[in-house]
């Protein structure tokens, strides 16, 4: 307690002082990150694009939380909130594709008739 009272701001500072490498770093694999995505979305994975999609996006926006958020740094009630976020997106994300591959596949939006009337000769 009476080492926190003689603390001085500069020293606060010195704490939390970051390098330009570490944020370089951190843009470096967000660069690699974006290159992926930009590959793997002109390939045809089938139904792996969506979850390599949703992989890549949530480990772009953990770093960008992490590093240029702060969030390595930020009280516990900060990250309590940040965890709970991501249970939540996880939880709607199941919710939607248990909706989907639960469904009969006549009533998906791809299988859905055409409305287009036949071509006449």
Known sequence: MAH???ETPASKDEHHGHGVGRYFLVWGLLLLFTATTVITGRMDLGAANIFIA???????ATLVVLFFMHMTEAPGANRLVFVVSLV???VLMIGVFGDLWTRNPMTLPS???TTEAPERP
Request: charged share 10%.
């Open 4 to 6: 926190e009272a003689t």
């Open 111 to 113: 299988a859905a008739p």
């Open 88 to 90: 939540f997106s996880i």
């Open 54 to 60: 949703l992989f890549i996006a949530t480990v772009k």
